[in-house]
C-alpha cells in the first residue's frame, strides 16, 4: 500500500528536535544529527521535489533557498538549520500560479528529464536576489554550480535571462 | 482542417507543470508503509574471491534488519538464460551475489537493509570482508595482443559485424596518390544521468510486487524480474512515469533493481535501494576504443581506399560490441574497402550503449581524417563531402529511403558563415584567441521496433491511449499525443497518453532513437481501427446518416465524425460512446516496420555540424563559442522538443570533444575520477551559441508518420566538428578525446 504521510522516523537517544518553516508551514520534528536537510526534506517530510544527484555538493540538483539564499541541501544537515525559512521547489508557484521563472522554463523548454530542474529554479530565484550577475555570461558562470545532463543549458539561461530582463521576479 | 493539426507545431511539454513544481515522481519518491532502505556493498578488489565475510559489525548496530551477500541470499535461478534482458550482449551475464567471485572492481558483494538510509549507509562500513586477490587486466593499450572477434549472439541482428572486404584495399592504399593514416584514442565515459539509479519495491504479498524503477524499458525489466524470481508476469508490474535521464544506461536492468527485489521478496517488506554517484560508475559505461584509418583519394579529393580497424574494450564476460567500423562506407563511396572491428576482454564490467554507441566513436575518427585528408588535396573540407556525396548508401548498393544531408550541409554552412573561413591553420585571431572553424558529418540509423497501442474513446469523448514506452526526458508524452490528436480530430486537452507501466502493451525499452517512430506508427494503426469502429456505431444509430457510410467519406474534426460531402451532417464522439451506452470503444493493435518493402532501402538520419572554437593563445583553454546542426530526421513531430534533442546532444558532443572521460588507474583496476567534480560534464559558462536547423525530408518509406528518430543524430558529428576547428585554429592535429588545453600550449 502506498502511503502519502509524512513518516516521521521514532525519536531515539540521540535525535534532536528543531522547528522549520518549510513553504510558509511551520513544522517540528525529532531529527538524528547527521541527517542531512536533504535527506530530512525527501525521506522524513516527503518532500521529493528536491532532488538529491551526487549528495557531495558537485551537481547543485538539491539546491534549496534557506532564509532567501540558495544552499546545496546535500552539504547542510538538518540540526544546522533550527529555526530557518525554506523554500524548496514546492513552494515557489502561488498556489495554482506558477512563478515566472517556472513559467519560462517551460515556455524555453528549459529541462528534458526534469530531474535537475528543481535546483536550477531555485537557484535561478536566489541568484535574481543576489543581483550580482548583470550579463548573460555573468548568468551562466554563477548557475554553473548547477548541472544539467540533458544539455537544456541554452534553454535554461534563455529562460532565466528572460525573467531577468522582465524583472518580474521580485 | 489543417488548421486544427498539432504534428508540426512547437507545443510545450505537456508534463511541464510537474516538473517544474517538484510533483514529478521519480524511483526513489515513492512512499511505502514501513519502508527499508538498502546500501549496496561494492567490492574494492578488481579480481578474486570473497574468502570470508563478517557481518556481525553491522548487524549489531540498532536499525540494521539483514545484510544480503552469496553466502546467505535466497535460492534463486541459476541459469544464464533467466538473468538476460532484451539487451544482452552475447557471453554470460553477470549475476548480483551469485558467488564468491569478484569479476570487476566496484562489483556489489553485499546489500545491507536497515529502516533509515543513514543506518545502512554506516552499517555498511561496518562489514569485514576478506578477500583472495588475483591478477588482472584493465587496460586497453596494454591487451592489444588480446583483441579478437566478438562472439554472436541475439544482440548481433542489430548490431552487426562490418560487411566483408571490397576491392583490394592495400593495393589501393599503397599506391594512392593522396592518402592519410591515423591512429586514434578514445576513453572510457559513464552515463552519469543526474538522478541515481534507484528502485522502490512495494511488495503487495506473496509473490507479488509494484516496482518504481529507474528504466528504460519497463517490460524488459518486468521480464528480468518474474524470470530470476520465479514470479508470474502478471505479478510484477514495473512503473517508471519519470525517468531522470538515461541515455543508454537504462536499457539492460542494473544491480540495485535485482538487490532491491531480492530484499523485499526475501523479507516480505517495502525496500528502496539508491545508488550513490561513485556507485553509477559501478556498472555500465562507453568503452574505450583505437581506431586505425587509412583513407585514400585521387587527386581531385575522389576516395578510393576507406580502411577503418576498431579494438574496443569488452568485459571478461560478456562480448559488447557497437557498429564502428563501417560508418564511413555508409556516406563515401569507395572501390576498395577493408573494415574490421574486434573486442579486447578485460576486468571490467560489460560496456553498454551510451547515447550514439559506435556512431559518435567511428564518427569522430571518420570526419577527422576526412578533415585531414582536405588539407592534404588543398579542398575545402565542405567541398571534400560534397565531391564524395552519394544519394544511395555504398555500402549496401541501396537507395536511402530519404536523404537530405546536401541540404543540411549548405544549409548549416551559410547559417554559419563557413565562407568567411580563411583556409590556412592558425590563420585567424580575435584578441589573445586563435580561432578555428571546423565541419562534420552525422550519420545514425532510423530504428523502428515493434509496439502495441490500445486506444479509446472514453464516454467524456476523450482519446485514452495505452503503451508500456517511458519518456526519459525525449518528449515522448507530447510527440505521441500530438500524433493521436491529429489521427481522431481532437485538442491535445482532449488526448490522454498514459506510459511509463509494463502492464500497458508492448515497447521495446527506449532506445535507438527509436520510440517516435515504434509507438507513434502503432498509434496510427489503433486510430485507424478505432476510426472505423467509431463509423460503425455510428452506422447503427436508429436512421444514422452514416448508415452503410466508407470511410472515404467521412473525416474526424473538433471531436465530431463528419460527413465529407456535407460537414454539417456529424456525431460527436460522446454521442457515438453514449449510443454504446456508455461504454469506450476500444481497439488495440500493433505497428511494426515494412520489412519487406524496407529491406530494399537503407534507413539513416544525417547531420552538419559546423563549429567555431576560440584557443587562448598562451593557456591553450578551449571554448566552443558557437555552432550550428543542421539534421535531416525526416518529419519533425514537434520542433521544441525535437530542437531540446538536438541542442542536447550537441552539448553532449562539446563534452565528449573537451570534458568527458572516466579515468582506469590500471595499477589499481579503477576508476579514479568517480564524482561529478572529476568526471567533468560542461556546466551552463562552458555552451555558447547553439543553433538547430531541421532540413526538409519528405519520407513516405520509412512508416506511416515519416519519422526517423532525433534522439542521437545531433551529437554524431559535433565532436569532429569541434576537433578540426581546433586543429583549424592552431595548426594541430590531436587524435584522442577529449582535448585537454595542455595538448594545445607549446
Redesign the interface.
Known amino acids: 500500500?502506498?502511503?502519502?504521510?509524512q513518516?516521521l522516523?521514532q525519536t531515539?537517544a540521540g535525535s534532536h528536535t528543531i522547528d522549520l518553516t518549510i513553504n510558509g508551514k511551520h513544522t517540528t520534528l525529532s531529527i538524528?544529527p547527521?541527517?542531512s536537510l536533504l535527506?530530512c526534506l525527501?525521506?522524513h517530510l516527503?518532500?521529493?521535489?528536491?532532488?538529491?544527484?551526487?549528495?557531495?555538493g558537485?551537481?547543485g540538483?538539491c539546491t534549496v533557498l534557506c532564509d532567501g539564499k540558495r544552499v546545496l541541501s546535500c552539504l547542510t544537515l538538518a540540526v544546522m538549520k533550527n529555526g530557518a525559512d525554506i523554500t524548496?521547489?514546492?513552494g515557489?508557484?502561488n498556489g495554482e500560479e506558477?512563478h515566472p521563472i517556472?513559467?519560462a522554463?517551460?515556455?524555453h523548454?528549459a529541462?528534458?528529464?526534469?530531474?535537475?530542474?528543481?535546483g536550477q529554479?531555485c537557484s535561478a530565484i536566489g541568484l535574481l536576489k543576489e543581483g550580482k550577475a548583470n550579463s548573460r555570461?555573468e548568468?551562466?558562470?554563477l548557475?554553473?554550480?548547477?548541472?544539467?545532463?540533458?544539455?537544456?543549458?541554452?534553454?535554461?539561461?534563455d529562460a532565466i535571462m528572460q525573467v531577468k530582463d522582465g524583472g518580474s521576479y521580485e | 482542417m489543417d488548421l486544427n493539426k498539432t504534428v508540426g507545431k512547437p507545443i510545450s511539454r505537456l508534463e511541464g507543470k510537474l516538473k517544474v513544481t517538484g510533483a514529478a515522481k521519480y524511483a526513489a519518491e515513492y512512499q511505502a508503509d514501513n519502508l527499508l532502505h538498502g546500501y549496496v556493498v561494492n567490492s574494492p578488489v578488481t579480481k578474486g574471491k570473497i574468502i570470508n565475510i563478517d557481518i556481525s559489525g553491522a548487524m549489531a548496530i540498532p536499525g540494521v534488519i539483514q545484510v544480503l551477500s552469496h553466502e546467505n541470499r535466497p535460492k534463486l535461478a541459476w541459469f544464464d538464460l533467466q538473468y538476460t534482458d532484451m539487451d544482452a550482449p552475447p557471453g554470460t551475464v553477470f549475476k548480483p551475489l551469485h558467488d564468491e567471485n569478484i569479476l570487476y572492481n566496484g562489483q556489489p558483494i553485499a546489500l545491507v537493509v536497515a529502516e533509515d538510509f543513514e543506518t545502512a549507509r554506516y552499517a555498511s562500513t561496518q562489514i569485514r570482508f576478506e578477500f583472495e586477490e588475483k591478477n588482472f587486466q584493465t587496460s586497453l593499450d596494454q591487451n592489444i595482443g588480446e583483441a579478437r572477434a566478438a562472439k554472436k549472439g541475439f544482440a548481433t541482428a542489430l548490431k552487426p559485424p562490418p560487411p566483408p572486404p571490397t576491392g583490394d584495399f592495400d593495393e589501393a592504399f599503397a599506391n594512392a596518390a593522396v592518402k592519410v593514416e591515423a591512429e586514434f584514442h578514445h576513453g572510457t565515459e559513464h552515463h552519469n544521468p543526474i538522478e541515481l539509479f534507484a528502485t522502490t519495491t512495494v511488495y503487495e504479498g506473496p509473490g507479488k510486487l509494484t516496482i518504481y524503477d529507474k528504466t528504460q524499458g519497463t517490460i524488459n525489466n518486468q521480464l528480468y524480474v518474474a524470470n530470476i524470481f520465479g514470479l508470474r508476469y502478471k505479478n510484477v508490474r514495473v512503473l517508471a512515469p519519470f525517468v531522470g535521464g538515461a541515455f543508454g544506461s537504462g536499457l539492460r536492468p542494473q544491480y540495485q533493481l535485482f538487490l532491491c527485489v531480492m530484499a523485499a521478496l526475501h523479507l516480505e517488506r517495502n525496500v528502496r535501494v539508491v545508488l550513490d554517484r561513485k556507485q553509477m560508475f559501478s556498472f555500465s559505461h562507453r568503452p574505450p576504443a583505437i581506431q586505425t584509418l587509412r583513407f585514400a583519394s585521387d587527386i581531385n579529393g575522389r576516395l578510393t581506399a576507406l580502411g577503418h580497424r576498431v579494438l574496443a574494450e569488452t568485459s571478461n564476460f560478456e562480448d559488447y560490441t557497437e557498429p564502428t567500423a563501417s560508418w564511413s562506407h555508409r556516406l563515401y563511396p569507395a572501390p576498395n574497402t577493408l573494415f574490421e572491428q574486434k573486442v579486447v576482454p578485460l576486468d571490467v564490467y560489460t560496456p553498454m550503449d551510451m547515447r550514439a554507441p559506435g556512431g559518435s566513436t567511428a564518427l569522430h575518427a571518420i570526419e577527422c581524417t576526412m578533415d585531414e585528408l582536405s588539407y592534404k588535396l588543398k579542398i575545402d573540407p565542405l567541398e571534400l563531402r560534397l565531391i564524395n556525396y552519394s544519394d544511395m548508401d555504398p555500402s549496401s548498393k541501396k537507395p536511402y529511403t530519404s536523404k537530405a544531408l546536401r541540404a543540411c550541409y549548405l544549409e548549416a554552412a551559410e547559417r554559419f558563415g563557413w565562407d568567411k573561413r580563411s583556409p590556412e591553420p592558425a590563420s585567424m585571431t580575435r584578441g589573445n584567441k586563435l580561432v578555428g572553424y571546423g565541419m562534420a558529418t552525422g550519420i545514425w540509423d532510423a530504428f523502428q521496433f515493434p509496439a502495441r497501442v490500445e486506444a479509446m474513446i472514453t464516454s467524456d469523448g476523450k482519446l485514452v491511449l495505452n503503451n508500456a514506452t517511458t519518456d526519459i526526458g525525449t518528449g515522448t508524452l507530447t510527440v505521441m499525443t500530438q500524433i493521436a490528436a491529429d489521427e481522431l480530430g481532437l485538442s491535445i486537452e482532449e488526448v490522454d497518453f498514459q506510459y511509463g507501466d509494463s502492464k500497458k502493451p508492448f515497447s521495446m525499452f527506449q532506445g535507438g532513437s527509436a520510440i517516435t517512430s515504434s509507438t507513434g506508427v502503432a498509434i496510427v494503426i489503433a486510430a485507424k481501427a478505432l476510426r472505423k469502429k467509431l463509423l460503425k456505431k455510428a452506422g447503427e444509430i436508429p436512421h444514422s446518416p452514416f448508415h452503410k457510410i466508407a470511410e472515404e467519406e467521412v473525416f474526424f474534426a473538433a471531436g465530431q465524425l463528419c460527413l465529407k460531402s456535407d460537414p454539417g451532417i456529424f456525431i460527436t464522439l460522446k454521442d457515438i460512446i453514449a449510443f454504446n451506452n456508455g461504454r469506450p470503444i476500444k481497439t488495440t493493435n500493433m505497428g511494426k516496420p515494412h520489412m519487406l518493402k524496407l529491406r530494399k532501402y537503407s534507413l539513416a538520419t544525417h547531420s552538419a555540424s559546423f563549429v567555431e572554437v576560440e584557443v587562448d593563445k598562451d593557456l591553450g583553454v578551449v571554448t566552443v563559442t558557437r555552432a550550428v546542426t543542421a539534421v535531416a530526421a525526416g518529419k519533425i513531430i514537434n520542433p521544441k522538443t525535437a530542437k531540446s534533442q538536438i541542442l542536447g546532444s550537441m552539448v553532449w558532443g562539446i563534452s565528449k570533444a573537451l570534458h568527458e572521460e572516466t579515468i582506469m588507474d590500471t595499477n589499481l583496476g579503477k576508476y579514479i575520477n568517480t564524482n561529478l567534480g572529476e568526471y567533468h560534464i560542461p556546466v551552463h559558462a562552458d555552451i555558447g551559441e547553439l543553433d538547430v536547423i531541421f532540413a526538409e525530408e519528405q519520407d513516405e518509406l520509412i512508416n506511416e508518420i515519416g519519422t526517423k528518430g532525433v534522439g542521437e543524430i545531433g551529437l554524431v558529428g559535433m565532436p569532429a566538428a569541434i576537433s578540426n576547428a581546433i586543429f583549424h585554429a592552431t595548426g594541430k592535429r590531436i587524435y584522442k578525446l577529449p582535448i585537454h588545453f595542455d595538448e594545445l600550449i607549446g
Not at chain 1, 111 to 118: A, E, I, S
Open positions: 500500500m502506498l502511503t502519502e504521510t513518516d522516523k531515539s538524528e547527521w541527517v535527506d525527501r525521506d516527503n518532500l521529493t521535489g528536491t532532488k538529491k544527484g551526487c549528495d557531495h558537485q551537481c540538483a524548496t521547489v514546492e515557489i508557484a506558477l517556472q513559467q522554463f517551460i515556455d523548454d529541462f528534458q528529464c526534469g530531474y535537475c530542474t528543481p529554479i555570461a548568468v551562466k558562470e548557475m554553473s554550480g548547477n548541472l544539467c545532463r540533458c544539455g537544456a543549458n541554452v534553454g535554461i539561461i
